[in-house]
């Protein structure tokens, strides 16, 4: 039986990546101590690994395929193939951010007045070109951790981090003055595989599903009944993805309508409804949306 190698990011994404998957249709347990979970899927067989390596690791096909951050494949400057975007943090559905950031009472205020002073980061080699392409002349050390801490402590002079609210950086009195990159959670496929038919259907089977997941989040099913006098009226009401669906009740001057919208519209469009006429609605939640 053939196998598709997958890669799972460890750390933050963990657990969320693994909710992703069982709401997907994949149920995965971890093994404590051990970085090859179970999967009920015989064509597949995953490995955790850190998102700062999981690009390297599809790129030399020891992985088929995973989840990484975009900003991680562009650090390795990696020869994969990107399959598509998965835009599911628990904090926003926003890309994260990486920033140059210094003490609030330092006196630099633009990258310019960086020249000559040391920075700290992981993202160390995409910090590096940025740097050498604006032509300014700086010394880029590597962060083990605790970034913030090491500006704040005057070890260096500035830092490149990655964020999301900019909680932690005002935490610390930092000030943010350039806004290096955006990046994003994203499913990548390395090349020879993405050749391979069978491997290929696999990994867009699998990306199909999780889109699918991701667009059903904060999405619901409403469904109720109307009578026919108040139909026009009350499909007007009505916002979803397409046009709603409308049934006719046997035998009565009545109609079902169903239709699909965001969650945080009907809380406002339940009542609305309620009093244009309508009678027995049910609010329902999706797991997938394709």
Known sequence: ????????????????????????????????????PEIDDPELSCSICRPQEMSRYVESGMLDAGITGKDWTMENQSDVFTVGDLVYSKVSRKP???????????????IEDLQGKKVSTELVGVTK????????????????????AKVVSGLVDAIVEVTETESTIRAHGLRI????????????????????????????????MLEGTLRADRIVGLKMNVPEDRL????????????PTVAHLYNQKWYS???????????????????QGAEGIIEYTLNKVI
């Open 1 to 36: 039986m053939q196998q598709l190698k997958l890669g799972l990011p460890k750390g933050s994404l963990e657990k969320a990546t693994i909710e992703l998957f069982e709401k997907a249709g994949w149920q995965i347990k971890p093994v404590a101590r051990n970085y090859f």
């Open 96 to 110: 994260t951010r990486w920033i140059i950031a210094v003490d609030g009472d330092s006196p630099i205020r633009r």
């Open 129 to 148: 070109r940025f740097f050498a392409e604006k032509g300014i002349d700086v010394q880029v050390e590597f962060s083990w951790g605790a970034t913030e």
């Open 177 to 208: 003055i350039y806004e290096l990159m955006q990046s994003n959670t994203i499913f990548i496929a390395n090349k020879r595989a993405w050749d391979d038919p069978w491997k290929r259907e696999k990994i867009e089977n699998i990306f199909m």
């Open 232 to 243: 026009e009226t009350l499909v007007a009401l009505l916002p979803s993805l397409n046009a």
């Open 257 to 275: 309508v169903e239709t699909v919208i965001s969650q945080e519209k009907v809380r406002e469009l339940i009542p609305r409804l309620k009093k």
